[in-house]
């Protein structure tokens, strides 16, 4: 008994893999199509955008609040911002232009999101990297101290930023106003995300209150890896992981009924 | 075998909710076609994306116990943005085929040539239902949900259409809707048709042919 329910598990899991493949190939074919450097706009784009960012703030000698050469803080708080911003935009209204590919059954809500997420992380993701190792190369910046924690960093502003963009893609399915919310809230999230400056900069008062926005936390996470003892980082890793399990339950429950209530076009 | 168990669907609409499907119940056995009559918006097309899967009924069960096709619709079920080849390799990786095998099914079928290469939303109708045709003819099923494939295209469209799913796939069950009545004589041995939510089934095709008729009359 037990052995067959693995088997169905495991042939579930197999179709579902297979599905995520065949959406992420379509997903980088219609948005990136075959024209000039195609899909490689996946993480050039983030790139100029950081690269940008990174000028802008050093040009302005932006005040941020710690002794960290310019070019490390941006590249680590505006990757960030990519990283757990663009996926809830690419989500939010993903179901409707895949509306006519839900024909098939084995194609499912979560598989349209999965497929968007895979490929928005791993656009952050790679940006950030290529980024890091040429920055590293010419000398702006040293490398981080200890990967792993970078990585750790990563991966939680990942997972929050999948979470929150299959709960409000589900949500904005119903409810046209997300969208709309959803523009304005990133902007003004950005400047309280962590990016733009350091929790140690900030009057004792206020950090154990901005330790409440998640995003936060990971940021500090990453600058820590990539500085080490240079900074004095502030985080609430626990926080974070209940922060994040609790939105991916309720992202996980609004895509079943999202799932549900759909007609294939 | 298909089993529908007391199926209700009900669409939330502007003027509240509107059951579309009312307690529908009926099998198909292996090798078994049967073909729905109905008017514009009926339910026919609802009642095959229940069937399929695609869609999940608002109460009741569909039970599969044969492979069953995805609505083979002349439109339907693939993306504008993309080539006719794009197409058929998606389908092909969902399904986990060959898809090398498929394309030259596909062109042959299609006779597109270049126009595979294009996206689908610069094809005309009966391209487009050429491709949709050929690319559902790649997967085998026991089972085929057709919602007015042949509506267009032209006759030798048809024909081909005829042989690939009435000669080649003669042992399949099939689900057949369509506004050609005598598309659904032709191809079927049992009959029923939908009305105010209701399927109802007859003995043959004549006494089918006359409820649908007098439904159409009486909202004339």
């Given at each position: 008994m037990?052995?067959?329910q693995?088997?169905?598990l ?7 893999g297979r599905?995520?493949q065949?959406?992420?190939m379509?997903e ?5 199509g075959r024209?000039?450097i195609g899909f490689?706009?996946?993480f050039?784009e983030p ?8 000028i802008?703030w050093?040009?302005t000698?932006?005040?941020h609040?710690s002794?960290l ?5 941006a590249?680590t ?7 757990w ?6 989500c939010i209204?993903a179901?409707?232009?895949n509306?006519?590919?839900m024909?098939h ?8 999101f ?15 990297v ?7 190369y ?7 101290v200890?990967?792993l ?24 399915e ?16 950005f400047?309280?995300s ?6 140690d900069?900030?009057p004792?008062a206020?950090?154990?209150y901005?330790?409440?926005v998640?995003m ?15 900074v004095?980082?502030?985080y609430?890793l ?6 994040c ?7 996980l429950?609004q895509v079943?009924?999202?799932s549900r ?5 | ?8 669907k009900?669409?939330p ?15 198909l ?5 049967l073909?729905i ?5 009926a339910g026919?097309s609802?009642?095959?994306?229940l ?16 492979s069953?096709?995805w609505?083979l ?7 504008g ?7 058929v ?8 085929q060959d ?8 062109a042959?079928?299609?006779e597109?040539?270049?126009?595979l290469?294009?996206?689908?939303r ?11 045709f ?10 085929y ?11 030798r469209?048809?024909e081909?259409c005829?042989?690939?799913l009435?000669?080649?796939?003669n042992?399949r ?5 369509s506004?050609?009545v005598?598309y659904?004589?032709?191809h079927?041995?049992r009959?029923a048709?939908i009305?105010d ?9 004549d ?10 009359n009486?909202?004339?």
């Amino acid at each position: 008994m037990e052995s067959s329910q693995f088997n169905v598990l495991f042939r579930s899991a197999a179709i579902q893999g297979r599905v995520i493949q065949a959406l992420l190939m379509r997903e980088i074919l219609t948005r990136f199509g075959r024209h000039n450097i195609g899909f490689l706009w996946l993480f050039v784009e983030p790139m100029l955008f950081t690269t940008g960012v990174t000028i802008l703030w050093t040009v302005t000698k932006a005040v941020h609040g710690s002794t960290l050469p310019i070019v490390a803080f941006a590249l680590t708080g505006y990757s960030s911002v990519l990283l757990w911003r663009n996926m809830p935009s690419r989500c939010i209204g993903a179901v409707e232009p895949n509306l006519s590919l839900m024909y098939h059954r084995n194609v499912r809500v979560l598989d349209v999101f999965l497929a968007r997420l895979l490929l928005e992380a791993g656009g952050a993701t790679i940006s950030f990297v290529v980024l890091s190792l040429f920055y590293i190369y010419i000398g702006w910046l040293e490398p981080p101290v200890d990967v792993l924690t970078v990585a750790k960093g990563w991966l939680m502003l990942a997972w929050f930023g999948a979470s929150l963009a299959m709960l409000l893609g589900a949500l904005g399915e119903k409810h046209e106003v997300i969208e709309r919310l959803w523009h304005p809230v990133a902007y003004i999230a950005f400047p309280l995300s962590g990016a733009a400056f350091m929790v140690d900069s900030l009057p004792a008062a206020a950090q154990q209150y901005i330790l409440y926005v998640p995003m936060v936390n990971g940021v500090e996470l990453v600058r820590e890896g990539y500085f080490g003892d240079k900074v004095h980082v502030h985080y609430d890793l626990p926080y974070m992981v209940a922060f994040c399990m609790a939105l991916s339950l309720l992202a996980l429950a609004q895509v079943t009924v999202i799932s549900r209530e759909i007609t294939p076009e | 075998m298909i089993t529908v168990e007391h199926v209700n669907k009900v669409y939330p609409t502007r003027s509240g909710d509107r059951l579309v499907l009312d307690d529908i119940s009926f099998t198909l056995a292996r090798g078994e076609k049967l073909g729905i009559l109905g008017r514009n918006g009926a339910g026919k097309s609802t009642l095959i994306r229940l069937v399929s899967g695609a869609e999940r009924p608002t109460s009741g069960t569909v039970t599969q116990e044969m492979s069953v096709s995805w609505p083979l619709a002349f439109g339907g079920a693939f993306q504008g943005t993309l080539t006719g080849l794009d197409n058929v390799r998606f389908i092909s990786r969902i399904y986990r085929q060959d898809y090398k095998r498929n394309i030259d099914f596909v062109a042959d079928f299609t006779e597109l040539g270049i126009y595979l290469r294009e996206p689908v939303r610069s094809y005309s109708q009966g391209m487009r239902a050429r491709l949709a045709f050929a690319i559902s003819m790649i997967i085998e099923f026991d089972c085929y949900l057709i919602d007015e494939i042949t509506a267009v295209g032209d006759a030798r469209f048809h024909e081909r259409c005829e042989a690939e799913l009435f000669q080649k796939r003669n042992d399949r069950a099939m689900l057949i809707i369509s506004h050609d009545v005598n598309y659904v004589r032709q191809h079927c041995q049992r009959f029923a048709v939908i009305n105010d939510g209701k399927l109802i089934f007859y003995e043959d095709f004549d006494q089918a042919y006359y409820a649908h008729a007098q439904n159409m009359n009486l909202h004339n």
